[in-house]
């Protein structure tokens, strides 16, 4: 196990740092073993981190941080059964990559592809999708280090319920050291890109959601433009966008002038919704197809603040119709689009889709921009509609709210109590959001 000199870490976005007492990257899950067994023998907390894509204090180390750069070994492919096992600390743009290598895929995934598995399962990433739900629902095993310092496997056939609770279980049941993944035959998604006005948008959501395989949209605030994605499966060969439009439009439009865009409005918001206007009547329709994970992601350079919270399908238009309403009462100047996602229900306890097909409404601001009152006004209203905010995404519920939004969160808490009576996992935000 190698140790590390530099005892500070931050995430992305720049809002979360950590001073852990020690930092060390094993390279076994011997080693992650031994690195627990060390901490309780010092009293000391263990937390694994990620590449710092969360919001929230989730990957955040008091005492021992285990890096998990020395874990992104592929274990075994079987491409018969579609089953991959790869260890913790592998991001997700080299999963991508292998599974493709081998002629297979993940059914469904979010827009960002650069955390590390572990990361992205534990806090339940998702992306959009009729069918195909989130990463928690495309794992068929997990292995783990539990707070004894012990090594144990889960599954459906073996411990289920550690399996249901772990597959989204924020590190606080065991150390995440392999992912055994069920991928899908790889595929072509078609995707079809086009500005859309908010009235047609809402009128037309529950045809866009029952007519294609992933469907999302983005609203641009203080304006009537949004952007709605459909991407379904086709036979293929891939026509992709050719080098120069991809530069203009997810490089230079996406990232290098929305990039000034923010800086523009972080130090004039008076002009946000002149800007904002301008920016919605600018996008055009495309259309392109390709290698699946190559049309679910896309480069992202600009640094944002995110909330995201989970509500019932049905209360998906009420909702934004509140939302939208709370822009003309607030006085808010937001520059970033407002992103809504489609989700079927999940079995893992703590995924935010748990139970019941779920709709995902998503805030962001520069990372620059105060988001105190923007955040704090949003999740009232989510709240109040039953939402779930999302594990990584930063909200303020705690315990005693959570509990009432999640069925099995009782049963969480008592698997926790048992595998981790003394909190060798802890951190201030699990201890926000689970009570102890």
Same mark, same amino acid.
């Given at each position: 196990?190698?140790?590390?000199?530099?005892?500070?870490?931050?995430?992305?976005?720049?809002?979360?740092?950590?001073?852990?007492?020690?930092?060390?990257?094993?390279?076994?899950?011997?080693?992650?073993?031994?690195?627990?067994?060390?901490?309780?023998?010092?009293?000391?907390?263990?937390?694994?981190?990620?590449?710092?894509?969360?919001?929230?204090?989730?990957?955040?180390?008091?005492?021992?941080?285990?890096?998990?750069?020395?874990?992104?070994?592929?274990?075994?492919?079987?491409?018969?059964?579609?089953?991959?096992?790869?260890?913790?600390?592998?991001?997700?743009?080299?999963?991508?990559?292998?599974?493709?290598?081998?002629?297979?895929?993940?059914?469904?995934?979010?827009?960002?592809?650069?955390?590390?598995?572990?990361?992205?399962?534990?806090?339940?990433?998702?992306?959009?999708?009729?069918?195909?739900?989130?990463?928690?629902?495309?794992?068929?095993?997990?292995?783990?280090?539990?707070?004894?310092?012990?090594?144990?496997?889960?599954?459906?056939?073996?411990?289920?319920?550690?399996?249901?609770?772990?597959?989204?279980?924020?590190?606080?049941?065991?150390?995440?050291?392999?992912?055994?993944?069920?991928?899908?035959?790889?595929?072509?998604?078609?995707?079809?890109?086009?500005?859309?006005?908010?009235?047609?948008?809402?009128?037309?959501?529950?045809?866009?959601?029952?007519?294609?395989?992933?469907?999302?949209?983005?609203?641009?605030?203080?304006?009537?433009?949004?952007?709605?994605?459909?991407?379904?499966?086709?036979?293929?060969?891939?026509?992709?966008?050719?080098?120069?439009?991809?530069?203009?439009?997810?490089?230079?439009?996406?990232?290098?002038?929305?990039?000034?865009?923010?800086?523009?409005?972080?130090?004039?918001?008076?002009?946000?919704?002149?800007?904002?206007?301008?920016?919605?009547?600018?996008? *055009?329709?495309?259309?392109?197809? &390709?290698? /699946? #994970?190559?049309?679910?992601?896309? $480069? +992202?350079?600009?640094? !944002?603040?995110?909330?995201?919270?989970?509500?019932?399908?049905?209360?998906?238009?009420?909702?934004?119709?509140?939302?939208?309403?709370?822009?003309?009462?607030?006085?808010?100047?937001?520059?970033?689009?407002?992103?809504?996602?489609?989700?079927?229900?999940?079995?893992?306890?703590?995924?935010?889709?748990?139970?019941?097909?779920?709709?995902?409404?998503?805030?962001?601001?520069?990372?620059?921009?105060?988001?105190?009152?923007?955040?704090?006004?949003?999740?009232?209203?989510?709240?109040?509609?039953?939402?779930?905010?999302?594990? *990584?995404?930063?909200?303020?519920? &705690?315990? /005693? #709210?959570?509990?009432?939004?999640? $069925? +099995?969160?009782?049963? !969480?808490?008592?698997?926790?109590?048992?595998?981790?009576?003394?909190?060798?996992?802890?951190?201030?935000?699990?201890?926000?959001?689970?009570?102890?």
């Amino acid at each position: 196990m190698s140790p590390s000199s530099t005892h500070s870490w931050r995430n992305w976005a720049g809002n979360q740092h950590a001073a852990p007492q020690r930092v060390t990257s094993p390279r076994t899950t011997a080693e992650v073993a031994a690195a627990v067994r060390a901490a309780a023998a010092e009293g000391r907390t263990v937390r694994m981190t990620g590449t710092g894509h969360s919001f929230t204090a989730a990957a955040v180390a008091e005492g021992v941080l285990l890096r998990p750069g020395g874990l992104t070994a592929v274990r075994s492919v079987d491409t018969a059964a579609g089953l991959v096992t790869v260890e913790a600390g592998l991001p997700l743009h080299a999963l991508n990559r292998i599974l493709d290598e081998h002629g297979l895929a993940l059914a469904n995934m979010g827009d960002i592809q650069e955390q590390t598995v572990a990361g992205a399962l534990q806090t339940a990433t998702h992306g959009t999708g009729r069918d195909a739900a989130g990463l928690v629902s495309q794992v068929a095993a997990l292995e783990l280090v539990l707070a004894d310092g012990t090594v144990t496997t889960c599954s459906r056939e073996e411990r289920p319920e550690l399996f249901d609770a772990a597959r989204a279980g924020l590190g606080t049941l065991g150390v995440v050291t392999a992912i055994t993944w069920r991928a899908v035959p790889a595929f072509v998604l078609r995707a079809r890109e086009e500005p859309m006005r908010w009235d047609e948008v809402m009128g037309r959501l529950d045809e866009f959601d029952e007519g294609n395989e992933h469907f999302e949209f983005y609203w641009f605030p203080h304006t009537e433009g949004c952007l709605t994605k459909r991407n379904n499966r086709v036979e293929g060969p891939p026509e992709p966008l050719s080098k120069v439009k991809y530069w203009l439009d997810d490089e230079l439009l996406s990232n290098k002038v929305f990039g000034l865009v923010n800086r523009v409005t972080h130090r004039a918001p008076a002009v946000t919704p002149l800007v904002n206007g301008i920016s919605a009547r600018a996008l *055009g329709a495309r259309t392109y197809s &390709d290698t /699946s #994970y190559k049309v679910f992601t896309s $480069p +992202r350079t600009v640094r !944002f603040k995110e909330q995201e919270y989970a509500v019932p399908r049905e209360q998906l238009v009420p909702v934004l119709r509140d939302l939208r309403a709370l822009f003309g009462k607030r006085g808010w100047r937001i520059s970033f689009p407002i992103e809504v996602r489609l989700l079927p229900e999940e079995d893992a306890w703590l995924s935010m889709a748990y139970g019941r097909r779920t709709a995902f409404i998503a805030v962001h601001v520069f990372h620059r921009d105060p988001h105190e009152e923007y955040f704090q006004g949003v999740e009232e209203l989510m709240t109040a509609a039953g939402g779930r905010p999302h594990w *990584g995404k930063l909200h303020t519920r &705690d315990a /005693s #709210y959570l509990e009432t939004v999640y $069925p +099995r969160f009782g049963d !969480f808490l008592a698997l926790r109590d048992e595998l981790d009576p003394d909190r060798r996992f802890s951190n201030p935000y699990t201890r926000q959001v689970f009570g102890s």
